[in-house]
């Protein structure tokens, strides 16, 4: 016979957690493969597909790094709200309606270059903090939980955009496919070869700011500290209100950034879920949040870590002819072993025999 205890770690060093970490992303790909390979494809396939081809071929690496800027801009929004003990899951639905204020910005406004492209990507901002300010508001007034609001409100904007490229902003000139029209020439952001290198530049700045707002602000200080312990944080004075408010706001102008920037330099019109803007990077970009530790510098690697899986899993959905939602899957059996990680480093199992 024997017995389970789990006792809290009270001291844990940054080397352990750091080991957990690697140590659960290695048994989340691990589980991913051991998948693959029960459904008959080869191991061997499904690593290089996954790892080599990815950050090795110029060709997919470019394709990776296409993925990882949005998904490194959102997951560095993801960071703040989650510092502040707030699991916001709403960053699909926000990037969605930036793409779609950015959409409105290019076809109804008479600009000229580049003030067109500066203005649309401000108008994408908008878009993402008005999308976040619902549940942000049910949160810092009512205390709603933020999982339901903010998966709730990524639903509502997957049925806007539907309503817009099946109804008022559907093209004529798209052989009945729900397309809207391509965004005029001079909104567009150009990539070299392939690569959105403004995108990335915007990325590494914003990384930048959320290093300053989370390691040298007022705002990053009681941010942490609601989200270490919130009930010392509300006795010392700071206000609940505005840590939620302008944490969702952050999170929500940067999915709202990363929407319109997929639009202005990739997409170049919106359409239905095989041609979305989104690509299901909002709900990546949790993974990639949590894979970092919730530091900014450390976003960047993970970001471009997450790109590489999101164009290998494409890869091999196409290779092996399996369903769009392997991904998802991938994504699940991540996240699923970095809770399973969090678990570990706050507690311990003894075992004890009799």
């Not at 296409?66 to 502040?84: E, F, T």
């Not at 004075?237 to 639009?263: E, Y």
């Not at 990639?288 to 999101?310: C, H, K, N, Y």
């Not at 570990?344 to 003894?350: A, G, M, Q």
């Amino acid at each position: 016979m024997f017995r389970v205890k789990v006792l809290r770690r009270y001291e844990v060093s940054s080397r352990f957690k750091l080991v957990t970490y690697l140590t659960s992303f290695i048994v989340g790909v691990f589980l991913f493969i051991l998948f693959e390979v029960l459904l008959g494809a080869n191991p061997y396939e499904v690593v290089d597909r996954l790892f080599v081809r990815p950050l090795t071929s110029y060709d997919d690496l470019r394709v990776s790094i296409r993925y990882a800027v949005p998904i490194g801009i959102i997951a560095s929004g993801l960071l703040i709200v989650y510092r502040a003990g707030i699991y916001s899951i709403g960053a699909e639905g926000q990037m969605a309606v930036g793409a779609v204020f950015a959409a409105w910005a290019a076809y109804t406004l008479s600009l000229g270059s580049p003030t067109s492209v500066v203005v649309a990507l401000l108008v994408g901002v908008l878009g993402g903090i008005i999308w976040g300010l619902l549940p942000a508001t049910l949160k810092a007034l009512l205390n709603v939980n933020e999982v339901l609001t903010t998966l709730m409100m990524n639903f509502i904007a997957y049925s806007l955009v539907d309503y817009l490229i099946y109804g008022p902003w559907r093209s004529p000139k798209s052989y009945g496919f729900p397309l809207t029209e391509p965004i005029p020439t001079v909104f567009t952001i150009p990539t070299h070869d392939g690569v959105p290198v403004i995108n990335f530049l915007v990325f590494t700045l914003v990384v930048f700011l959320t290093y300053v707002v989370t390691k040298m602000s007022k705002l990053g200080f009681q941010i942490r500290a609601y989200g270490l312990n919130p009930s010392t944080a509300y006795a010392s004075g700071m206000s609940f209100f505005k840590v939620v408010l302008l944490s969702f706001v952050i999170s929500g102008a940067l999915a709202g950034l990363a929407g319109a920037l997929q639009l202005l330099s990739i997409h170049h019109r919106l359409g239905p879920k095989s041609w979305s803007v989104t690509e299901g990077l909002g709900y990546t970009a949790i993974v990639a949040a949590w894979i970092s530790r919730l530091e900014p510098l450390a976003m960047i690697p993970a970001s471009l870590l997450m790109g590489a899986l999101v164009n290998g899993g494409l890869a091999i959905k196409a290779v092996l002819g399996q369903s769009e939602g392997v991904v998802n899957l991938m994504n699940g059996m991540i996240l699923l072993s970095i809770v399973a990680a969090e678990f570990f480093i706050n507690y311990r199992l003894v075992i004890r025999f009799r």
